[in-house]
């Protein structure tokens, strides 16, 4: 079994920048393929990045390629999430989740709290 961890999270201004963290228990982190998805009020939880094992493969969704970046510490069992150039359309409860299962980067079986991020105008 694997706990997530998310934080980092926070209140910033557009054009700014957060770094999302989550920190997984247990043994195996760096057997788990990684995501981050993001839920906003009234609407349907949505992919953010998805980050390999050894991290050598990453993907991202169209609305946030080239602003955010995953990467992984397998050492340090987490995983991030760099989020530059933010948008209030950004606003969302960020959740790590982790994989392992060949049908990721769309199938995830554990899941942390989230932790909120709000871009202000």
């Known amino acids: 079994q694997v706990q997530l961890v998310e934080s980092g999270g926070g209140l910033v201004q557009a054009g700014g920048s957060l770094r999302l963290s989550c920190a997984a228990s247990?043994?195996?982190?760096?057997?788990?393929?990684m995501g981050w998805f993001r839920q906003a009020p009234g609407k349907e939880r949505e992919f953010v990045s998805a980050i390999s094992w050894s991290g050598g493969a990453t993907y991202y969704a169209d609305s946030v390629k080239g602003r955010f970046t995953i990467s992984r510490d397998n050492a340090k069992n987490t995983a991030y999430l760099q989020m530059n150039s933010l948008k209030p359309e950004d606003t969302a409860v960020y959740y790590c989740?982790?994989?392992?299962?060949?049908?990721?980067?769309?199938?995830?079986?554990?899941w942390g709290q989230g932790t909120q991020v709000t871009v202000s105008s």
């Open positions: 247990g043994r195996t982190f760096s057997s788990y393929s």
């Open positions: 989740a982790a994989a392992h299962t060949p049908s990721w980067p769309y199938d995830y079986d554990y």
